[in-house]
């Protein structure tokens, strides 16, 4: 079985390397490999550093898995809800998520951590880096399943006109590169059902986070 559809890469306007590859993954199958990781390490609502809530619940598959609590953020081998070691990153999406990187002239992109976000309607993300990984060459990739979310990136400095990004169920995004570090975050989702997810959008972030 074979996840990934070969498609074209878009570059996103504006943003240097960022690209936008639409409908290139089958949003049941993503779903379905999601839930087996759910029923395992089910998703929660982590607390900030500063004792906020996050709006987004979140689980984590992989070697390491993204954490926050009241010590900060980072990346840890165990689920500290479980106390076990996170669930194995699906051989398959690890695959989707390399052959993305690669049609986007990212070479040998090998994830040891998937965060997955599940937003309810109205739910978002303020704007942020992603800088808890160790090696900034390596790109991220993100997979949208379900509800449309419009996305934005700032630039460097989280300042400045931010570019809108709509991403729909299946879509991929990949960037890395000079805008590995540019803030970006997620506008307040509209209300709506998707045939797969039901009321929410799902995200997957693969990153080499060692
Ligand atoms: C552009 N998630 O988990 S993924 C996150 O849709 C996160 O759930 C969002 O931001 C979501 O940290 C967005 C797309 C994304 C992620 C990081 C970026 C785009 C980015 C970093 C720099 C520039
Ligand atoms: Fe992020």
């Given at each position: 079985?074979?996840?990934?559809?070969?498609?074209?890469?878009?570059?996103v306007?504006?943003?240097?390397?960022?690209?936008?590859?639409?409908?290139?993954?089958?949003?049941?199958?993503?779903?379905?490999?999601?839930?087996?990781?759910?029923?395992?390490?089910?998703?929660?609502?982590?607390?900030?550093?500063?004792?906020?809530?996050?709006?987004?619940?979140?689980t984590?598959?992989?070697?390491?898995?993204?954490?926050?609590?009241?010590?900060?953020?980072?990346y840890?081998?165990?689920?500290?809800?479980?106390?076990?070691?996170?669930?194995?990153?699906?051989?398959?999406?690890?695959?989707?998520?390399?052959?993305?990187?690669?049609?986007?002239?990212?070479?040998?992109?090998?994830?040891?951590?998937?965060?997955?976000?599940?937003?309810?309607?109205?739910?978002?993300?303020?704007?942020?880096?992603d800088?808890?990984?160790?090696?900034?060459t390596?790109?991220?990739?993100?997979?949208?399943?379900?509800?449309?979310?419009?996305?934005?990136?700032?630039?460097?400095?989280?300042?400045?006109?931010?570019?809108?990004?709509?991403?729909?169920?299946?879509d991929?995004?990949?960037?890395?590169?000079?805008?590995?570090?540019?803030?970006?975050?997620?506008?307040?989702?509209?209300?709506?059902?998707?045939?797969?997810?039901?009321?929410?959008?799902?995200?997957?972030?693969?990153?080499?986070a060692?």
């Amino acid at each position: 079985m074979q996840l990934f559809k070969p498609v074209s890469s878009e570059p996103v306007s504006g943003v240097p390397d960022m690209f936008h590859l639409r409908n290139c993954f089958d949003p049941q199958q993503v779903f379905d490999l999601t839930q087996l990781v759910v029923d395992r390490s089910p998703f929660r609502h982590m607390q900030t550093p500063r004792g906020y809530t996050m709006a987004a619940a979140i689980t984590n598959c992989g070697v390491v898995g993204w954490v926050s609590d009241r010590r900060g953020y980072r990346y840890e081998p165990i689920d500290p809800e479980t106390g076990t070691a996170w669930p194995e990153m699906p051989p398959l999406l690890f695959s989707l998520a390399q052959m993305a990187a690669q049609r986007c002239g990212f070479d040998d992109f090998a994830p040891d951590a998937c965060l997955i976000n599940r937003y309810a309607p109205g739910k978002g993300m303020s704007a942020h880096q992603d800088r808890d990984e160790n090696d900034f060459t390596q790109p991220i990739v993100s997979l949208s399943l379900g509800l449309p979310a419009r996305f934005f990136v700032q630039g460097s400095d989280g300042k400045g006109r931010s570019t809108p990004i709509d991403l729909a169920s299946g879509d991929v995004v990949v960037w890395g590169g000079a805008s590995r570090l540019f803030y970006h975050g997620v506008r307040p989702l509209k209300p709506g059902i998707d045939p797969v997810t039901g009321s929410c959008r799902i995200n997957l972030t693969f990153r080499k986070a060692g």
